[in-house]
């Protein structure tokens, strides 16, 4: 199983990025993804789900409405767009996949990758 997070870097505030998230390994279209961040000196937090088929999304508050998860299960690739960024976004991001009912939490995903380094500067 492998999950590969890229796309990554540095960005003004009030600029975009979009987080790609390369799988194999696994039945890929039967997962939930996640994407969590983890800024330095903090616990990893969750950011977005999508559900299977990508019907179904998930955020947190504070990403709401600026972050969009998107899926291409043909490509077994998982997205981010990341809109509207903001310094408190700084946070290495990582991708997750899992079959559980939980998807907020990082206890509902069997599968991680090794994230990516977002850097939002002021």
């Known amino acids: 199983v492998q999950l590969q997070a890229f796309g990554g870097g540095l960005v003004q505030a009030g600029g975009s990025l979009r987080l790609s998230c390369a799988a194999s390994?696994?039945?890929?279209?039967?997962?939930?993804m996640g994407w969590f961040r983890q800024a330095p000196g903090k616990e990893r937090e969750f950011v977005a789900h999508?559900?299977?088929?990508?019907?179904?999304?998930r955020y947190a508050d504070s990403v709401r409405g600026r972050f969009t998860a998107s899926r291409d299960n043909a490509e077994n690739t998982v997205y981010l767009q990341m809109n509207s960024l903001k310094p408190e976004d700084t946070a290495v991001y990582y991708c997750?996949?899992?079959?559980?009912?939980?998807?907020?939490?990082?206890?509902?995903?069997?599968?991680w990758g090794q994230g990516t380094l977002v850097t939002v500067s002021s």
């Open positions: 997750a996949a899992g079959r559980r009912l939980i998807v907020t939490a990082t206890r509902g995903y069997e599968f």
């Open positions: 390994g696994f039945s890929f279209s039967s997962y939930g």
């Open positions: 999508i559900n299977w088929s990508g019907g179904d999304t």
